[in-house]
């Protein structure tokens, strides 16, 4: 194969002969107060293909993705549509123009029908709507690109792949030829990543153009037609994709080394138990969230937890940290029981928790990086900041946080350093030794290096003899670092496996509930 760190465009590109292309980016560039988020970067989409934008973290596709859809504007270069220049000043002239961007986190409203949802925004409506003729409608468009849905069903009840369905259905609806589609596979389980694969070839047979924006380098190898890679704001590669590349490769062209993500076990024989919970049940406005979960986790030992978002994780961690009071069972760190006795006590016991909600739970977005590491580290009245800087500044070297420094304040980072800066303080230990790790998502929103860096992270606490419970929606990490995996499915435990045994299709069909416990 061609080096492909050598195959930096000088423009937009495709074979000589070929079609001109749908969308192009003509040296575009893009400034923020304090940063470049994009440097003269060419890009091109053909008819009829995917073509994945790849970075890490700050290295600007969300940015270019956004100015091709008009959400943002260059500062210099250009936008095309078909060869001819265009101007985008908001995302209703992309859509105009045939653009729109499917984005990762749904923007529905959960008390309409699919059909009301799919409808919002449109000019062209009268002031009575004939709902059985929207829905045929609805359902025409959506059958036509093998994306099934049923028109009159309320989007509140549907599970998480069918809400996709119904965004890229909205914006077939209004006109879209081109959809961009941010970190598309985030939230989905096996089968309907595989699914919305089927429906994305699809829609680029009927000519449709596909920007995927992922981090997931398998996922991108298979889908993809071309992948541009991007660092620092710059191109650094167009490749094929298809099998004509492969995760290492693209790997390098990210972040400009090897990386390795092994899968990863106990190396060392698992000691006593240091979690124990045991037919733990919690009820919340009258709803069961968790119902009879029993399980341990030993030193040295990691155990995952997955499950697609809203099956009761989040809450599961929350009782195991103290702040939430389970309704009935109990939970024991060393033997020493935590329940209904605050979260206080359960560091005290040598917890450390990483939450889901980055900012609005782990970290004060008004605070510092200096003071949010101090946060359950240190419960003295007065700190003297002098003597911890040295170590701050260690930790944002160590975790590779993008910052101007220890002063930086929270909010300002991005998603991904704001992760950084909780694991940071989580991972480092503080005044009592961590026994306990539990740690929810701990590299979403992260790109491969700093994945690398964090899993390595992990894999040294539990050699170190932490117990650690892993709690996350990515399947790939979870079965790659954990030495027993259970899965979690409205609020019960359905599955349970060795992780060195276990199966992809096995757990996936778990986590959607295809089970006998499961009943779906």
Avoid: W
């Avoid at 074979?15 to 091109?44: C, Q, T, Y």
């Avoid at 398998?218 to 889908?223: A, C, L, T």
């Avoid at 930086?408 to 961590?434: C, F, I, M």
């Avoid at 409205?490 to 006998?516: C, D, F, I, N």
């Amino acid at each position: 194969m061609t080096n492909a760190s050598h195959e930096v465009a000088k423009g937009p590109h495709h074979a000589s002969g070929a079609a001109p292309s749908a969308l192009s980016a003509h040296s575009i560039v893009k400034r923020f107060p304090g940063v470049l988020a994009n440097d003269s970067v060419d890009f091109d989409v053909l008819p009829g293909e995917v073509h994945t934008l790849l970075g890490e973290n700050g290295a600007g596709k969300s940015t270019l993705a956004a100015m091709l859809c008009g959400l943002y504007q260059p500062d210099s270069g250009y936008i095309s549509r078909n060869g001819e220049r265009i101007a985008l000043s908001s995302p209703r002239g992309g859509l105009q123009h045939g653009i729109a961007m499917v984005h990762q986190h749904f923007r529905l409203v959960d008390r309409f029908t699919v059909s009301e949802n799919v409808i919002l925004g449109s000019r062209d409506l009268s002031y009575r709507l004939n709902r059985s003729e929207l829905e045929d409608k609805v359902a025409a468009v959506a059958e036509s690109y093998g994306l099934p849905i049923e028109p009159g069903a309320t989007v509140g009840d549907l599970s998480v792949g069918q809400r996709q369905r119904v965004e890229i259905v909205k914006a077939l609806y209004q006109g879209a030829e081109i959809l961009l589609l941010d970190e598309p596979t985030a939230v989905l389980v096996p089968a309907e990543v595989e699914k919305l694969f089927e429906n994305v070839r699809a829609m680029t047979q009927a000519g449709k153009s596909i920007v995927f924006i992922s981090h997931k380098l398998g996922e991108v190898v298979e889908i993809s037609d071309r992948v541009t890679v991007l660092r620092n704001g710059r191109v650094t590669g167009h490749v094929s994709g298809r099998g004509t590349t492969d995760t290492k490769e693209l790997a390098r062209l990210m972040v400009g080394r090897d990386i390795e993500l092994t899968t990863q076990r106990a190396s060392h024989a698992t000691g006593h138990e240091i979690l124990q919970i045991r037919d733990l049940s919690l009820t919340v406005t009258g709803v069961s969230v968790l119902s009879d979960i029993s399980f341990n986790v030993h030193a040295g030992e990691m155990v995952g937890i997955a499950g697609v978002a809203g099956n009761g994780q989040r809450e599961l961690a929350d009782t195991i940290a103290g702040l939430v009071s389970p309704t009935s069972g109990s939970v024991a760190i060393s033997g020493s029981m935590t329940t209904d006795r605050g979260p206080i006590h359960a560091r005290e016991l040598g917890l450390a928790y990483v939450p889901e909600d980055r900012l609005g739970m782990g970290l004060v977005p008004s605070m510092s990086i200096l003071d949010n590491l101090l946060l359950t580290r240190d419960r003295r009245v007065v700190v003297d900041r002098t003597t911890v800087r040295p170590e701050a500044m260690r930790l944002i070297e160590q975790f590779e946080i993008k910052a101007n420094g220890p002063d930086h304040v929270a909010r300002k980072l991005s998603g991904g350093n704001a992760q950084k800066v909780l694991l940071a303080r989580e991972l480092s230990g503080g005044r009592t030794a961590t026994k306990l790790l539990v740690v929810c998502s701990p590299t979403r929103g992260l790109d491969v290096g700093a994945i690398e860096t964090v899993r390595a992270l992990l894999d040294d606490a539990r050699s170190a003899g932490q117990a650690i419970l892993l709690i996350s929606e990515d399947l790939d990490e979870v079965m790659s670092l954990s030495d027993r995996i259970f899965v979690l499915y409205r609020g019960r435990v359905v599955h349970e496996t060795p992780g060195e045994s276990a199966r992809l299709s096995t757990v996936g069909a778990a986590m959607a509930g295809l089970t006998p416990e499961g009943n779906s």
